[in-house]
DNA sequence: CCGGCGCCGTTACACGCCGTTACAAGGTTG
DNA sequence: CAACCTTGTAACGGCGTGTAACGGCGCCGG
C-alpha cells in the first residue's frame, strides 16, 4: 500500500463513532470522524476522502440528503449505515448514489471488509476476469479464498465447502496472518460476542477447520497453536 | 422496444414526485411529474400519457375528483396512490374509474410493478408497450435475467419459466450480487411485508428457485446459505 | 357460476451445523 | 512423578435449514 486511505466516518452517536474510527485505523487506513453533516461539509473543504462512510439517521440533515447531494456532483463513494431493517431506506439509499450499505448494528469485520470492498473497486480501473468473484482473493500455499462468494478452493482448484462458522475463522486469519489470534479475539471476530468462561467453542471450531484444510494438528502447516496464547495462521499470504 | 411508456406522476410532495420519477425512469419508462391537478391538465392538452399516477390528498383539486373527471371521458388509466389504509378511498377510487391503488408508503418496487401491470392489462399487444431490457439485463454463469419482461434464460438461451416470487426473489440476489440477503429483508423484497415468527416462506421459496437454477444446496454455485444470517449470491453479475 | 390449475404459505419431518460436554494426550510445575 | 494445566477431538443434542406434501386462494376458460 502506497498511502493510506482517507476515510470519513459521519455519525451522530459518539460511541460508534469511535468504534468505527479505532477499528479502521487499526487497520491502517487513515480515519476523520464527523458527528453531522455540517462537519463533513466543513471537512471536504480540506481534504477529498476516499471514501465517506454515512450514518443515514442523523440530527440535522439525513444521510439520505447528503448521500444525495455528492454522489450528485460526483463525490467520493459513500458507504450507507443504517438501523436494521430498514429496508425500504436501504433500497433507495442505493438508487441515490450509494455504494454500499451495512445495517447496524454491524459487524466490526464487516466494516472493514466493505470498505476494503470498496475502495478496491474504486481504485481499479481495470477490469478483472477472476472466476466467480468481484475481485479480491487470498491465496495461500495454492488454496483460494474468496471472500465475496465466500468459496473456498483447494491446490487442485476443487471447491471444499466450509461452514459458516469455518469460512469466518478462515476470514480472520487470512486477513491476520503471522500473527497470534487470542481465542477471544476469534470468537469476537467469528460470532460477535464475548467468550464464556470454559468455552471451548473456538478450539472445536478450529479443530474442524483444520481437517477441511488437511492440516496435522501435530505438525501444522497453516494453523499452529500457541499455548496459552492462541492461534497463529502460518503461510504467507497473498491478495490477488 | 417501440416506445417507451408515458406517465404522468401527480403528486404535491417535492420528494416522493421525484422518487417516483427516478423510480420509472430507472426503469426506462418516460415520466413526467405534475405538482398539481392544474400541471396536470396543463400536460394533457400537450401529450397523451399511457398512464397517470395520481395522488390522492392534494392542495387544490384532489386526486378523486381528477380520477372521475379523466375516467369519465374514457382517458388514460390512473393509479391512485393513497394514505395507508385508507379503505373507503379504495373503493371509491375504484370505483369511479382508478386501475388500481396503492398505499402510501409504498415499496419503490411496488410502484413500478404496478405500473407494468396497469400497462400490460391495458395493451392488448402485452410486451411490446413494455420497455424493454435495453439497458438492463443481469447475467451469470451464462444465466440471463430480462427484468423488464420478467424473464430468465439458461446457460443455452432456453426459457426457464419463473413464477413471480421467484422472479422477484432472484431480482433482488442479481442486484445485490455477493452480499448476504437476511430472510428479512428477503421478505420485504418480495412481498412488502414483515416476517411473521417462524415464517418459513422465504426458505420454501428459495429451495423452489434453486432447483429451476439447478443449484444443489449442498455445495451451491449460486445461492449459498449463511447459518444464522441469510443468503448470499456467489456469482459475479454484469449488467447489461 | 363452476371447475381446473398453478402459485405459494403452512406444516411436518429429515438432516447437518455447531456449542457443549467429556475424555485423552500431552505439557508444565513443584 | 504427581497434580494440574492446556489443547485435540469424539460424541451428543438443540436448533436452523431443506424440502415434500397439503391445501387455500385467485385466475381463467367454459
Known sequence: MTEAPFIAVVEDDPEIRALAVSLLERENFDAAACENAAALDDLLTRRTPDLIILDVMMPGEDGLSVCRRISAQGGPPIMLVTAKGDDIDRIIGLEIGA????PKPFHPRELVARARAILRRASSTTASALPSSGGHLFRFEGWSLDPAARGLLDP????????????????????????????DFLMDWTKGRDATPFDRAVDVALSRLRR????????PKFIRTVRNGGYLFAPRVERA
Open 156 to 183: 487442485d482448484g476443487l471447491p471444499v465447502e466450509l461452514s459458516a462458522g469455518e469460512f469466518e475463522l478462515l476470514s480472520a486469519f487470512v486477513q491476520h496472518p503471522q500473527r497470534v489470534l487470542s481465542r
Open 212 to 219: 477441511k484444510l488437511r492440516d496435522d494438528p501435530q505438525s
Open 99 to 102: 455504494d454500499d450499505y451495512l
